[in-house]
Each structure stands twice: as structure tokens, then as C-alpha cells.
């Protein structure tokens, strides 16, 4: 869209618009993620053959998934077009050192594969350019290198990829050890299985994780806060609970008033 008046507020007007831009996408493919059209891509992220062979036709999916994405990178470019009034075929067309590994950098760091990891990224990714760019000048490819060797090394998965962190935990009653040394990950936007014989422990560290019981050594995050020291009602209001294996509800209480608690 061509700016309607004069140059006065004409960055105002394009910063509500890209803000507004930005809250369409994110409302899209947060609903997006919630169809069956999400899940097949996912399915297809994770293990294509497989998507495949159960049905799913991923060359459509894939065909379609980028249209979407080419869709809202036609709108981006017509912002930044109107914004700059003029664009520079290498500047757009393939701006490997510029945007390219700027947006790959940004949904690395926060974790790509989730909603708010980009967002998160981006955030802190132009927080620390735009701090390079300004009183470091001259060092800032520089900086660009030491963040994505950070990304590689520290935050292979992203700051936002896992909600909960299990290392090294260990339970014993008595003479009989349930956990030793367990860990395990949780990511975001992922249903995580336990799998074990009966007596393994599995119960065990459930309970450990969401407050039960303490544990005996080990560490428990979630959202990246230490909870190991918590009881159960602190890490209820952080929202972090736990269902029983068998159906518990409340005899005296109607479906409604069980759900209210």
C-alpha cells in the first residue's frame, strides 16, 4: 500500500501496519497448528516416508505450505517496498549476508517448530544487533559469528524448545531405587511418550516432576525455572499439572463443579 498522505507520521502509519501484519500471521498459523493440515506437516517435518505411507499426500501438503509462506512473504515485501521506495534486486533477491541468515539466526535461536520461538528471536536477536550496530561498528559481522556459534553450541534446539528439563534425577524409599540419573526432555508443542514395564518408575518420576514428592538429587525445569525445591501447589499455579491414570472425580460434586476444580 502506497502511504496516503504526506511524510509526516508515514513511520508511525507503517509500524502499526507491519505490527498488524505480524499479529495476522501469528493468529493464522496458531490456528493453523490446530488443524489437521498442521499436524500432517508436522508429520511430514518429522518423518515424511512415514507420512506417506500412512496416507497423506505430502507433495500437496508441501506445495501448499509454501504458498502460505510465499503469501505472507509477498505481503512483507510490499511493506518493505512502500517503506524504503526503492528496492535493490541483490538487496531482496538474495540477501544471503543481510536477511537470509537474519532469519534463519532469529528462528534458530528462539526454536524453530514452535510459535513463539521465532518471535521470542527475533526480539532478542535485534536487541543485540541493533546494540553492535550502534556502539560496536565494525565488529558487528563479528558478533553475528560469536551468536551463531552460541546458537550451535549452547542452543542447538532453541531457547523455547523444551517446557520441561529432567537430568539427572534420582528417587529411592529405602533399599529400592524408582529413578536413577533419569533424563529426559519435554518440548514444546509435542505430546511426549514414557514407556516402561510395570515397576520401572514411571509413576515415580511423574509424581517427582510435578511435586508429589522430592527427589533425591537431580534437576526439574520448567519453562526453563527450577522446580525441584517446589511443592505441588507452587507448581500447580505455574501450570504445570498431572492427570491419574484412572478416571478421579469428585462423587459429590455435579460435571460442572468437578471441571471449576
Known sequence: PVYPGSGDGKSEFFYVL?????????????????????????????DEDKAEAMGVHT?????????ISAFFLGITGGLFGNMTGFIEPL???????????????MALLGGKGTL??????????HIIKETTWTYFLGWQWIALGVISIVEVVFFPQGIMTNIIEVEGVSKSYGG???NHKVSMEVPVGRITGLIGPNGSGKTTLFNSVVGYQPI???????????????????????GLLRTFQQ??????MNGVQNMLI
Not at 91 to 105: D, K, L, R, S, Y
Not at 220 to 238: D, P, T
Request: proline share 2%; hydrophobic share 55%; with cysteine.
Open 18 to 46: 507491519c505490527f498488524a501484519s505480524a499479529i495476522a500471521t501469528f493468529a493464522f498459523l496458531k490456528w493453523l497448528y490446530t488443524t489437521r493440515f498442521g499436524l500432517a506437516l508436522n508429520a511430514i517435518r518429522d
Open 59 to 67: 507433495l500437496r501438503h508441501k506445495t501448499v505450505a509454501w504458498t
Open 91 to 105: 538487496e531482496v533477491a538474495f540477501p544471503t549476508i543481510t536477511f537470509g541468515i537474519f532469519m534463519v539466526a
Open 116 to 125: 513463539w520461538g521465532p518471535v521470542l528471536g527475533a526480539i532478542l536477536f
Open 176 to 178: 529400592v531405587v524408582a
Open 216 to 238: 533425591d538429587e537431580g534437576s526439574i525445569k520448567f519453562k526453563g525455572q527450577e522446580i525441584s525445591k517446589m511443592n505441588v501447589q507452587q507448581i500447580a499455579r505455574l
Open 247 to 252: 478416571t478421579r472425580i469428585y462423587g459429590n
